[in-house]
């Protein structure tokens, strides 16, 4: 089984034009074309990651300037009705007038994590600003996952990336689950896997590294299976299928790669954990 833990899909009317540039260039016209066709629904959506491997696929909120809006309630709307789709929200922390309390709002709507983006929405992830949200998070059990590392999109300032910002954020909130996106690429990989080795709660999704790289990039990767989250940032990557199949051949032991591919984010989501993982299928 397969969880895809980073799935963006556009919510066109308000993407940027820099992201239509980025999508432009990473599909061709033809098939960007039935993407955007295929995708506008929940159902659509969930059949298309369906036909490419994937059981489950977080489907990610963002609202800021770079990139363009997908809001909670879009994210929300889009996955009503279809279990495979689970829906996370995004809460820019100077805007909302009690973090805590639009938190849980959320989560009574059906809400089941967070993404931050401190290097499009330029703030320190722990930044005091935060506390009252990430001890909520921590008391209703909410993963919180923030983009760490560079970004393709003009604008954002990378130094609110650093994985080792969550440092102050993983020892105050031991309990709370933090996912470091993209392993801090490409400057902070080390001090990401740091994080993840030295954190129980401190996980990282792989989503953006070219998966045939992985045990390049996280040369402590072996020791970290249990650490270790696949995300695809589907359509940025438009290979969704080939990802899983290079991760299912990295020369890691099968639980490993069951692990990374499924039961890690399991366990974060509260889905079942896969049955028999050794002997299960496709590892
Ligand atoms: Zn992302």
Redesign the pocket.
């Known amino acids: 089984m397969v969880i895809d833990f ?1 799935v ?1 899909p556009p919510y066109w009317p308000e993407v940027t034009p820099n992201f239509v540039k980025f999508l432009e260039a990473a599909w061709d016209p033809d098939e960007f074309a039935s993407l955007r066709e295929e995708c506008r629904t929940g159902a659509g959506l969930a059949s298309y990651l369906r036909q490419r491997g994937v059981d489950y696929a977080v489907i ?1 909120a963002e609202v800021n300037a770079l990139t363009g809006r997908m809001d909670n309630q879009t994210v929300l709307e889009l996955c009503r009705g279809e279990r495979m789709l689970i829906p996370f929200g995004t809460l820019d922390p100077r805007r909302e007038t009690s973090l805590p309390g639009a938190l849980t709002e959320l989560v009574a709507q059906g809400i089941r994590g967070i ?1 931050l983006y401190p290097t499009y929405e330029f703030f320190y992830p722990n930044d005091r600003m935060l506390y009252p949200f990430y001890a909520k998070a921590e008391e209703l059990g909410v993963p919180v996952m923030l ?1 760490t590392g560079s970004s393709v999109f003009p604008g954002a300032k990378i130094k609110y990336g650093d994985p080792l910002l969550l440092d102050d954020v993983a020892v105050d909130f031991p309990r709370l689950q933090i996912v470091l ?1 993209h392993a801090g690429r490409p400057i902070w990989y080390d001090r990401a896997e740091y994080m993840a080795r030295y954190h129980e709660n401190v996980y990282i999704d792989v ?1 953006g590294l070219p998966p045939q790289n992985l045990l390049k990039y996280l040369k402590n990767a072996h020791r970290l299976t249990s650490k270790l989250i696949f995300g695809s ?1 589907w359509p940025g990557d438009r290979t969704i299928e080939k990802n899983i199949d290079v991760i299912r051949h990295l020369p890691l032991p099968p639980d490993a790669i069951g692990r990374i591919l499924y039961g890690n984010a399991a366990k974060l989501l509260r889905l079942p954990p896969e049955a028999a993982p050794a002997g299960g299928s496709g590892a």
């Open positions: 980073h963006h990610l993404k983009h996106s989503a940032d």
